[in-house]
């Protein structure tokens, strides 16, 4: 079965600086997704960056950034110069194809606080 | 293009009462999910759509949850004989096609007292 695990539950970082947050999966399947998707509090979710896991080249969206590791299984989100409205929690996933199609398996997220 | 929308955002309910909410996907996205989300924890799937057809259930989906989507535009899920165990966030998602980005909406959030 298909696990995701974000090990870290909360994080902080300072306003201008640099944060990863951790995230590591288990699959058997060669070809899959990941994503990373924000939820600030009290609104909804949304996409911060994709992977395809045969591409070998690290996504990159901005000031945010992925380490793929695929031998590893290990799908890291770095974000640079960190601002106040990065303040959310973050959630790693991980595509799982079904029937006729896919769904997403979410790790438990990680809670991130930008401090000015 | 407006993204998917859900109604009602929020919904209390006392125990034993049937509750319905209504996912309005993306216009182009043939695909529709259902998650639910409880208190601190990552989204968990329910079931999904591809057009009208449901094509896969998760056995969180117990005898007293339907999903429908006909004509395969906008989608139900109906909850009936709530109980306390029901209260969570329920997310839906659409999609282009198999591999797309699912693009989520803002949730309704059920409180079932």
């Known amino acids: 079965a298909q696990t995701v695990t974000q090990s870290q539950p909360e994080m902080s970082v300072q306003e201008a600086e640099t944060v990863t947050l951790s995230c590591t999966y288990d699959?058997?399947?060669?070809?899959?997704?990941l994503f990373w998707y924000k939820q600030p509090p009290s609104r909804q979710m949304i996409l911060v960056i994709r992977?395809?896991?045969?591409?070998?080249q690290n996504a990159t969206e901005n000031r945010f950034s992925v380490n793929f590791q695929k031998a590893a299984k290990s799908f890291s989100l770095k974000i640079s110069d960190s601002q106040l409205g990065d303040t959310a929690m973050y959630f790693c996933?991980?595509?799982?194809?079904?029937?006729?199609?896919?769904?997403?398996?979410f790790g438990a997220g990680t809670i991130l606080r930008v401090k000015s | 293009d407006t993204g998917v929308s859900q109604d009602p955002r929020h919904k209390i309910t006392k125990r034993g009462q049937n509750v319905t909410f209504r996912c309005d996907p993306i216009?182009?996205?043939?695909?529709l999910y259902w998650y639910r989300q409880t208190l601190g924890q990552g989204p968990e799937f329910l079931t999904y759509f591809q057009n009208e057809a449901q094509l896969e259930k998760s056995r969180l989906l117990s005898d007293r949850f339907s999903a429908e989507r006909p004509k395969g535009s906008f989608s139900t899920l109906e909850i009936q004989r709530t109980e306390q165990g029901d209260s969570a966030m329920y997310l839906c998602?659409?999609?282009?096609?198999?591999?797309?980005?699912?693009?989520f909406g803002p949730g309704t959030r059920l409180l079932v007292l």
């Open positions: 996933a991980f595509m799982k194809h079904v029937v006729g199609g896919n769904k997403l398996v």
């Open positions: 992977q395809e896991a045969y591409k070998q």
């Open positions: 216009s182009e996205h043939n695909r």
């Open positions: 998602a659409s999609s282009m096609g198999r591999g797309e980005t699912q693009y």
């Open positions: 699959t058997s399947e060669s070809n899959y997704y």
